[in-house]
């Protein structure tokens, strides 16, 4: 038996609901996680935790994650997804020119949407954890290594246009490097700003490419 248009646009409409609805809980069980993460740590986090701070049933974590690996695996995935999305998209809007794609790249790392304490500590227990889980390692390393090989690419464009001296390899992993350290006293808390740490960021640009930066920007 056929259903009529109505009933169909009815059973249409029930299905993307409870698709939304799974969407939703997940993504409310990965925040929680995150939160989690930040204020205990990763091997204090439990699944009862999460469901918790989701204000969800503990039955609804297991419906979707099966175990807190699982669970943790899909909040990995999640912050690589959007950390990599948000360095796309400002590489996309940056135009053509070298400097000011480096410059985006830079200035992205400490956009309000990723550069958060709870993220930074989600990310810093992550990172605790990467050596003995070969499987974080795999969820990042690919990211990983294309966005060390844009900065490459852009470290050596703007040797061969100023007529630097230094190794793009080195300056490179200097600059990567630079800015990790500031996520890390940003999470650390010890008074430094996220404003603060963007700037710190600028000089390091200035002082290694002066002929392509000012303060406001690439020349």
């Known amino acids: 038996m056929k259903l009529t248009s109505a009933a169909q646009d009815a059973t249409d ?22 939160d989690s993460l930040a204020k205990r ?18 039955g ?5 994650f099966e175990s807190k690996e699982k669970l943790l695996i899909a909040t990995l995935q999640y912050m690589a997804d959007e950390y990599a999305a948000n360095w796309g998209a400002a590489l996309d809007k940056a135009g053509d020119k070298a400097a000011a794609q480096l410059w985006a790249l830079v200035a992205c790392d400490f956009d ?3 550069c958060t304490k709870r993220k930074l500590a989600a990310w810093c227990a992550f990172w605790g954890e990467a050596k ?13 290594v294309r966005y060390q090989e844009i900065f490459l690419a852009l470290c050596q464009k703007l040797k061969d246009e100023g007529g ?3 190794e793009p390899e080195g300056m490179t992993l200097a600059l990567c490097a630079s800015m990790e350290g500031l996520w890390l006293r940003l999470m650390m808390g010890d008074g430094l700003t996220r404003e603060k740490a963007h700037a710190a960021a600028v000089e390091y640009l200035l002082v290694a490419f002066p002929r392509h930066f000012t303060r406001e920007g690439p020349k």
Request: aromatic share 8%.
């Open 132 to 144: 003995s889980r070969p499987t974080y390692q795999a969820l990042c390393g690919a990211r990983d």
């Open 164 to 166: 630097y001296a230094y």
């Open 41 to 58: 740590g990763y091997s204090e986090t439990t699944l009862a935790d999460v469901a918790d701070g989701a204000g969800l049933s503990r």
């Open 60 to 64: 609804i974590v297991n419906f979707h």
């Open 112 to 114: 309000r949407k990723i």
């Open 13 to 34: 409409t029930e299905k993307r609901g409870r698709k939304a609805s799974k969407e939703t809980r997940r993504q409310q069980l990965i925040e929680a996680t995150i």
